[in-house]
């Protein structure tokens, strides 16, 4: 499975950004799609994801209610709509994909994207 994230730029708070996650490959035996980032200085934290077969989705706590996973299985594609956008949330942002039925760690995922730079300024 081969992962692109994209659609990272610069905003002004509150405003809103769409990045995408193209997976080409062996995409259906992916059992979720994630998203996470990793701000500087900072781990790697998990953002968002979503269970491919029963589309449910998680979140973090700090973006509940402002950031929208979601999917076109036709495309091959997943996204992670970020609204209400806050400085706190610049980070680079990478997308993922594994087989795991667990989503939170970084390690319940196989194939990772090359990330994409969310700068949001005060």
């Known amino acids: 499975v081969q992962l692109q994230a994209s659609g990272g730029g610069l905003v002004q708070a509150g405003g809103s950004l769409r990045l995408s996650c193209a997976a080409s490959g062996r995409t259906f035996s992916s059992y979720a799609m994630g998203w996470f980032r990793q701000a500087p200085g900072e781990d790697r934290e998990f953002v968002a994801a979503l269970i491919w077969s029963r589309e449910r989705t998680y979140y973090t706590d700090s973006v509940k209610g402002r950031f929208t996973i979601s999917r076109d299985k036709a495309k091959n594609m997943a996204y992670l709509q970020m609204n209400s956008l806050k400085p706190e949330d610049t980070a680079i942002y990478y997308c993922?994909?594994?087989?795991?039925?667990?989503?939170?760690?970084?390690?319940?995922?196989?194939?990772w994207g090359q990330g994409t730079l969310v700068t949001v300024s005060s």
């Open positions: 993922a994909a594994g087989g795991s039925s667990y989503v939170h760690r970084e390690t319940d995922y196989d194939y």
